[in-house]
């Protein structure tokens, strides 16, 4: 399973299963998909490690997939081994929205909203972002206070009137950094990637004290979130890579939101809650975007561009 993985000063994230948690929904998927793939003429599924493709079912094939796998899989997901499950591909639409709307998802929804529940809220927000923000930049300023640096790994620059980071080695991660610190606060930014092969993750960067101490929630183009942080040297799994169906797939906007209070940390993509978690240790300090690419034989460059970036900070 590809994960998203951080070079220096980040190192790569191994993603653990977290007890009582399910794992990524498109893994289920996969095994299901293997195991219901004698029936109905046959696997369809392509294992690409370059470049994923649509695969392509027979109607007898679908019939079976949500019979086998979508029907059964909120209520039997024991003892499928994911160990070699690589590179998702996408399901066909069909089943893909079938399984948005399945059991497992709107498990997935009424975890987030329970765990919302005991946190304190002003007018149903951690943070009152109905008021004008604190900082609000459509990076047409090229000034606006962002760290803009190339180096022989990524390029990380305003242009088009936008900030956009493209990174150009074989795999890590590059930053750019916004240079005020926040504690207490509520952040947005709209992501958009504009071009790259396929293994990479895109996303922000927050509490950041230092370098090498941070928080960070990552997105990718198969609609899979995850979050992590990095502490003395050490990259720890927060949530595992899961499948939510508020994120936009493929090379589409996404507007992330992230609710920093105390120890408790929100996680919001398009406007719904995707994880919510308490993570002790980190201090007021800077935030900031970040692109996570993982190793590809294909050199082409990922590029991502960020735009309309507003921070409300509690007075």
């Known amino acids: 399973m590809q994960q998203p993985m951080m070079s220096t000063p980040m190192a790569s994230v191994a993603m653990a299963a977290r007890p009582g948690w399910h794992m990524p929904t498109w893994a289920w998927l996969l095994m299901g998909l293997l195991f219901a793939g004698g029936v109905g003429g046959g696997l369809f599924y392509v294992f690409n490690s370059v470049s994923p493709k649509q695969p392509v079912y027979t109607k007898a094939q679908e019939d079976s997939i949500a019979k086998h796998v979508l029907d059964d899989l909120p209520d039997n997901p024991d003892g499928i081994d994911l160990k070699k499950a690589q590179n998702p591909t996408d399901l066909p639409p069909e089943m893909q929205k079938k399984f948005d709307n399945s059991a497992l998802s709107a498990e997935h929804q009424a975890r987030m909203a329970e765990a919302l529940g005991p946190l304190p809220k002003i007018d149903g927000e951690l943070v009152d972002t109905k008021r004008a923000p604190t900082v609000s930049d459509d990076f047409s300023n090229p000034t606006s206070g962002w760290r803009v640096v190339t180096d022989d790994k990524a390029a990380r620059e305003y242009a088009d009137g936008k900030l956009q980071i493209t990174f150009t080695a074989e795999h890590g991660s590059a930053q750019s950094v916004y240079g005020k610190k926040a504690g207490n606060f509520a952040m947005q930014i709209e992501a958009t990637p504009i071009a790259s092969p396929p293994q990479f993750w895109y996303g922000v960067t927050v509490r950041q004290s230092s370098g090498d101490k941070f928080i960070v929630f990552l997105i990718n183009t198969q609609g ?69 690419r993982n190793p590809n034989t294909v050199s082409d460059p990922t590029k991502v561009a960020f735009d309309n970036f507003k921070l409300w900070a509690v007075k």
């Open 224 to 292: 899979m979130y995850a979050v992590s942080k990095r502490e003395n040297g050490k990259v720890t799994p927060i949530a595992e890579p899961f499948k939510a169906k508020s994120i936009k797939t493929g090379m589409t906007t996404n507007v992330l939101k992230v609710y920093a209070i105390d120890q408790y940390f929100v996680f919001e993509v398009n406007g719904e809650t995707v994880e919510v978690q308490s993570i002790d240790g980190f201090e007021p300090g800077a935030v900031g975007v970040i692109v996570v």
